[in-house]
């Protein structure tokens, strides 16, 4: 399941935010199955590593730019 970079631009900062913390969560599951050995396909981790990467990269961007969030 590999996030579009075109579809994280359309969420909000607090989609993002959801999105960040269920992408930890299912990498933290993945790596627990690839350790038990019942991962059958060990790419999804990889993969699901990079969509995190590019959450994290957007709200990084957002936030030095000031754009999509609050002023203070």
Same mark, same amino acid.
């Given at each position: 399941?590999?996030?579009?970079?075109?579809? /994280?631009?359309?969420?909000?900062? =607090?989609?993002?935010?959801?999105?960040?913390?269920?992408? *930890? %969560?299912?990498?933290?599951? &993945?790596?627990?199955? /690839?350790?038990?050995?019942?991962? =059958?396909?060990?790419?999804?981790?990889?993969?699901?590593? *990079? %969509?995190?990467?590019?959450? &994290?990269?957007?709200?990084?961007?957002?936030?030095?730019?000031?754009?999509?969030?609050?002023?203070?």
């Amino acid at each position: 399941m590999t996030v579009r970079f075109e579809k /994280l631009r359309g969420m909000s900062p =607090e989609e993002l935010a959801r999105e960040e913390s269920e992408l *930890r %969560d299912q990498i933290w599951k &993945l790596q627990m199955q /690839l350790a038990a050995g019942q991962l =059958e396909n060990p790419r999804k981790v990889r993969d699901s590593r *990079r %969509d995190l990467a590019r959450v &994290l990269t957007l709200r990084r961007q957002r936030r030095d730019t000031g754009a999509g969030g609050t002023q203070p």
